[in-house]
Nanobody, 124 residues
């Protein structure tokens, strides 16, 4: 079992920045690929970014590329999502997820463990 607890997020004006953190426990963190997804009301869960266990592979959704940065600190068992130049359409609940094997980083079905989610609201 892997437990994930997100923190950060909140309310920000358009153009501002926020950072999300996801602390994990339970298994060897570096064995897991980590992803961030988001879900807005009435919409399907959407891939945001993912990072491999070693940090060598990073993937972003086109909608956040060049604005968001995913990173991880394996010594702290934590993955981060730095969000800059936020837009109103980034408003959603953001969830982190862990996967021991991920043929497709952007497919939420490959992730076995999920955090509870953090609200990010961007006012225009």
């Amino acid at each position: 079992q892997v437990q994930l607890v997100e923190s950060g997020g909140g309310l920000v004006q358009a153009g501002g920045s926020l950072r999300l953190s996801c602390a994990t426990s339970g298994r060897t963190f570096s064995n897991y690929n980590m992803g961030w997804f988001r879900q807005a009301p009435g919409k399907e869960r959407e891939f945001v970014a993912a990072i491999s266990g070693s940090g060598e592979i990073i993937v972003y959704a086109d909608s956040v590329k060049d604005r968001f940065t995913i990173s991880r600190d394996n010594a702290k068992n934590t993955v981060y999502l730095q969000m800059n130049s936020l837009k109103a359409e980034d408003t959603a609940v953001y969830l982190c997820a862990a996967s021991p094997r991920t043929p497709s980083f952007s497919d939420h079905r490959w992730y076995d463990y999920w955090g509870q989610g953090r609200q990010v609201t961007v006012s225009s």
